[in-house]
């Protein structure tokens, strides 16, 4: 088991190796000669921008993390433009920002291969919602690919760079967190020489206003020509490698299967022992191959779909058949969940009930155990690390400005801080909107001191706005100008980490690190002040006092106050400190200090500190203790201290 | 082989996502379709994970579905409770005996089940079998409590048809780890192995 940044570029072709499904998107990325990679990271596809960050110079592709989805699309969309191959990536609520460049950019096309790879999620295991990128595949007239498992998806950006180039159009490479994330066999293929020397790739820009400038002299022209580009691939996708009809040839009944639902269609015929079903495999839910819809449709006498969310091909497959007077029963929504990550079980049971067959087991029966199960364990939330200095920031937020307060905040790990014992978030909506959010509750209670009445004083609203680096560069930039420039009266507390640490520590220009070495550092106090804030100062979350203190001052402060609370990533720095073989101060609880007030665990919820219901104290888990002390500041009695020995 | 499916679960930063993977290149080598499943983000962060490790030709998803594992191997004792609807009938759960209590218990909103009350659950109402031992212990006796993974492991390999070979599964560990730590992580492997088989006899 090697590295996989080894793997993603060893010149082995044919050799077999367990890859990721992104790590397998950015080995075909390389085998298909990229040259430029541009994106924001997004759980689920951060692991294919991390894996071309950590190749990039040894492939010779230009990769940078852009400060958001939509200008990560730009970046390699003008590549694209410029003859270059080109991808950006993002999850699936990504696109909804890097929406208005998709939309208005798609009938002008490329010149280079352009593959946007979007992961969805269903099953929100870690987004804000649920949304099927399909649909914007279908509303921006995108092929949209969508792999089966590690190795299609793997050969897939390959198709994906020959369709768009053949096209001159954008195509959609959709996974999945099930798909992303998912680890299976994958055959190496063959790496370019580009790739295999480090070449770096240079394109050249050939002027054309009538297609790159989008006015509606111009543009008139677009929308007819997308719409016959996507009926000619509808044409080219009859002779796709990724779509296929297997089974038994002369059965009555027929399944269609796009991408993932393949997979769980494929082990629950296994399961349910049947094969005399014909299946459509579709790697290419939008657009529908019609031909070979066609033929798959011949002999039919009933139709399953099974496919996850949104009912895409389900609405293409029962169109065509109306429009042929095709007279059969197409089976989908009325069968298979609207809602939520498709499963086996889910296959399963729609496939029983399409065919009037049973389940190979009771699943009903194993809810109602299940049911009595979940009654006695406890919940398990995910929570702030041991020794992370958001936890410090929220308890001192929370003191200094009082229960009343409201506080709207952001996607980023520090979002848990909506848990007990910290509760310090009132509102997450989207990337960057606790500062426009802030800035509508200032206005709707407090209104603008550039109005002639507005609250202050001791009369205002207090809201406290958290935000992270990464997000704050993303879209709190726009947000922050506008409630500088529109008076609101807010404080916004940037949560400094120093890195993006959700998605598995990306850079940002708060740290000025690129992947190519050294950029150039942008400090968030110093944008502040440029931007004409009416409080800056910056502070070290691990002296909770003077983070109390300044946050009390800037409460004071009548207009848009900013404190940059930074204190490094504990997950981050434990790791770097672990790597090098560092150790780290373990505290404890002295037990004759402690009186069991239960502060540390009530308030401030350090996940290393847990109760001993015998001893009715206090303890520290060695195991968990990342040394930051903040528990030290926290205990009314002076109970916690360093243990004398170190250890890791 | 038709198909064989093990559930790994625990707290997250445990290590669950290393052993998955671990098992999958195991498998790998031993000449299977593998399917890894994983979770990524932030539920990775002290919260209850979950990992699947699939291989054999009906193995397409990388879910394992439910009441289909014929292993749930836990790092935490209730993290094996909490995904016990995958285990088949007749599975095995085998769990390091080490709790580590959520918030909430220590915030006294919820209770921690003990390991006898877990047993009976999963032998009487799942029809599995629950066994725990304290793989922290023999991973500190190995000479890091990282090796946690690989005691656990260790044991893994010798329940009743299990289909990788222990040397199959040595071989990966060997090109995996840091080359300082083979030593120890062999002989963690060893008392996962010597301790499985003092249980299973029992
Ligand atoms: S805050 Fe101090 S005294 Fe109170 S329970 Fe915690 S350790 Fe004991
Ligand atoms: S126990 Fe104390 S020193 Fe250790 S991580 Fe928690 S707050 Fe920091």
Redesign the interface.
């Known amino acids: 088991m090697a590295k996989v940044t080894d793997i993603v570029l060893w010149d082995k072709p044919g050799e077999k190796v367990l890859l990721l499904g992104n790590h397998a998107i950015a080995r075909g990325a390389l085998e298909a000669n990229i040259a430029v990679y541009a994106a924001y990271p997004g759980t689920p596809s951060s692991e294919l921008t991390d894996t071309m960050a950590a190749v990039a110079e040894k492939a010779g592709v230009y990769m940078e993390y852009s400060t958001n989805e939509k200008v990560a699309f730009e970046t390699a969309l003008s590549a694209a433009w410029s003859g270059l191959r080109a991808m950006t990536a993002m999850k699936h609520v990504g696109l909804n920002v890097a929406a208005d460049t998709f939309m208005s950019a798609v009938g002008m096309g490329v010149e280079g291969g352009f593959v946007i790879m979007v992961a969805d999620d269903p099953s929100m295991w870690s987004s804000q919602n649920e949304q099927d990128t399909r649909v914007y595949g279908k509303f921006a007239n995108v092929p949209v690919l969508e792999p089966s498992d590690p190795h299609e998806a793997k050969e897939m950006v390959k198709y994906a760079f020959d369709l768009s180039e053949k096209f001159k159009h954008f195509v959609i490479l959709r996974t999945t967190t099930r798909s992303s994330h998912a680890r299976g066999d994958v055959v190496l293929g063959e790496l370019p020489e580009d790739i295999k020397q480090a070449r770096r790739k240079f394109g050249k820009f050939k002027k054309d206003p009538t297609r790159f400038v989008d006015i509606p002299a111009h543009s008139r022209r677009f929308h007819p020509q997308i719409l016959e580009k996507i009926e000619k691939i509808r044409e080219e996708l009859n002779n796709c490698p990724f779509n296929w009809i297997e089974g038994k040839e002369d059965a009555k009944v027929g399944i269609i299967a796009p991408g993932l639902s393949y997979a769980y269609v494929k082990e629950a015929l296994a399961w349910l022992g049947v094969d005399d079903v014909k299946v459509l495999k579709l790697g290419t839910p939008f657009p529908v191959p019609y031909g070979l819809l066609e033929k798959f449709m011949d002999g039919l006498e009933k139709v399953l779909i099974v496919e996850e969310l949104e009912p895409v091909v389900e609405e293409q497959v029962k169109t065509w058949a109306y429009d042929k007077g095709l007279r059969i029963p197409i089976h989908g929504k009325d069968l298979v969940p609207r809602v939520y990550e498709m499963t086996t079980r889910r296959a399963v049971t729609a496939i029983a009930k399409f065919l009037g067959i049973g389940t190979p087991i009771n699943f009903a029966e194993i809810d109602e155990k299940y049911e009595k199960v979940s009654r006695i364990v406890p919940p398990r939330p995910p929570s702030l690390c041991p020794a992370c200095p958001h936890r410090n920031s929220f308890f001192a937020i929370r003191k200094a400005a009082g229960p009343k307060a409201i506080f709207p905040s952001d996607i980023g790990c520090y979002t848990l801080g909506v848990l007990p014992p910290l509760k310090t978030v009132d509102t997450t909506v989207a990337m960057g909107a606790s500062i426009g959010v802030a800035h509508g509750l200032s206005i709707a209670t407090n209104g603008s001191l550039a109005e002639k009445e507005h609250k202050s004083g001791k009369e205002k609203q207090i809201i406290v706005a958290t935000i992270g680096d990464s997000t704050f560069y993303h879209t709190g930039l726009p947000a922050l100008a506008n409630a500088i420039y529109n008076r609101s009266n807010v404080l916004i507390v940037v949560l400094d980490n120093l890195v993006t640490a959700m998605t598995g520590d990306q850079p940002n220009p708060g740290t000025g690190q690129t992947p190519h070495g050294m950029g150039r550092r942008i400090p968030i106090e110093d944008v502040a002040k440029a931007m004409g804030a009416d409080f800056v100062a910056v502070v070290d979350p691990y002296d909770i006092k003077a983070t109390y203190e300044t946050v009390k001052k800037a409460l004071q402060v009548e207009g848009v106050s900013v404190v940059v609370s930074r204190q490094v990533c504990a997950l981050y720095k434990i790791g770097q400190m672990r790597r090098r073989g560092e150790k780290w101060p373990i505290y404890h609880v002295i037990e004759d200090k402690c009186t069991g007030c239960k502060i540390c665990i009530n308030a401030y919820g350090c996940p290393a500190i847990y109760w001993d219901s015998e001893t009715k104290k206090a303890k520290v888990d060695p195991s968990m203790c990342w040394g930051c002390g903040g528990c030290v500041q926290v205990c009314p009695f002076d109970a916690f201290e360093p243990m004398k020995e170190e250890g890791e | 082989m038709?198909e064989y499916n093990i559930v790994i679960t625990g707290?997250?930063g445990q290590g669950i996502l290393t052993a998955?993977?671990?098992l999958?290149?195991a498998a790998?080598h031993a000449g299977h379709?593998?399917?890894?499943?994983?979770?990524?983000?932030?539920?990775?962060?002290?919260?209850?994970v979950i990992a699947y490790v699939r291989f054999g030709e009906?193995?397409?998803?990388?879910?394992v579905?439910?009441?289909k594992a014929d292993v749930i191997l836990s790092f935490e004792p209730?993290?094996a409770?909490?995904y016990?609807?995958y285990l088949k009938k007749g599975g095995l759960v085998f769990t390091n005996a080490r709790p580590?209590?959520?918030?909430?218990?220590?915030?006294?909103?919820?209770?921690?089940?003990t390991l006898d009350?877990m047993k009976k659950?999963v032998e009487e109402?799942?029809g599995g079998k629950f066994m725990a031992f304290d793989a922290e212990k023999l991973a500190l006796e190995a000479g890091n409590?990282v090796t946690t993974n690989v005691v656990l492991i260790g044991a893994l390999s010798q329940t009743p048809g299990f289909p990788l070979s222990e040397e199959e599964i040595k071989e990966?560990i060997r090109?995996?780890v840091p080359p300082k730590t083979i030593d120890v992580n062999m002989k963690a492997f060893e008392l996962g192995v010597k301790a499985a088989k003092e249980m299973l006899r029992l």
Do not use: C
């Open positions: 038709r707290v997250g998955a993977n671990l999958g290149w790998l379709k593998v399917r890894v499943g994983e979770v990524h983000g932030m539920s990775q962060r002290f919260g209850s009906n193995v397409y998803g990388a879910m579905p439910e009441g209730v993290e409770l909490r016990i609807n580590i209590p959520p918030v909430q218990v220590s915030m006294g909103l919820a209770t921690y089940p009350e659950i109402d799942f409590i990966v090109i995996s």
